[in-house]
């Protein structure tokens, strides 16, 4: 167990700045998805979708953020010296892509299931 929250924490280290609040989103998201199990507006719906898009966002953002670290330590050192910061940039920017679909994907899925379900107890397709 200790292993794994170690992991986890490595993770969120190397993500950079933008990873927490993605965090934040991914908390946010859940949180709505299970209170639109037991609170059927159709406005939770509207704001489950949009904090779905923005982790995706979010996770693009930390791409972009990471590929320009990236490419400005390539701009202002030497190559040869310097390939662990190379590669540190380049996972930021695979860490936050990672983290921003991993909430965007399960979460729209779930989301739809509810939507789905729902809809199918009422007789509506």
Same mark, same amino acid.
């Given at each position: 167990?200790?292993?794994?929250?170690?992991?986890?924490?490595?993770?969120?280290?190397?993500?950079?700045?933008?990873? @927490?609040?993605?965090?934040?989103?991914?908390?946010?998201?859940?949180?709505?998805?299970?209170?639109?199990?037991?609170?059927?507006?159709?406005?939770?719906?509207?704001?489950?979708?949009?904090?779905?898009?923005?982790?995706?966002?979010?996770?693009?953002?930390?791409?972009?953020?990471?590929?320009?670290?990236?490419?400005?330590?390539?701009? @202002?050192?030497?190559?040869?010296?310097?390939?662990?910061?190379?590669?540190?940039?380049?996972?930021?920017?695979?860490?936050?892509?990672?983290?921003?679909?991993?909430?965007?994907?399960?979460?729209?899925?779930?989301?739809?299931?509810?939507? @789905?379900?729902?809809?199918?107890?009422?007789?509506?397709?």
């Amino acid at each position: 167990m200790r292993e794994i929250v170690l992991s986890i924490l490595s993770l969120i280290n190397h993500g950079g700045i933008v990873i @927490y609040p993605l965090i934040l989103n991914g908390l946010i998201i859940w949180f709505l998805i299970i209170s639109d199990v037991f609170d059927e507006k159709p406005e939770n719906r509207r704001i489950i979708n949009v904090f779905i898009a923005s982790s995706t966002l979010l996770g693009l953002l930390g791409t972009v953020s990471g590929m320009i670290e990236t490419f400005q330590v390539i701009t @202002y050192s030497d190559l040869s010296s310097k390939p662990d910061l190379i590669s540190a940039g380049i996972s930021k920017a695979l860490i936050t892509t990672q983290f921003g679909l991993a909430q965007a994907v399960p979460a729209f899925i779930v989301s739809r299931f509810i939507v @789905y379900k729902r809809n199918s107890k009422r007789g509506e397709k």
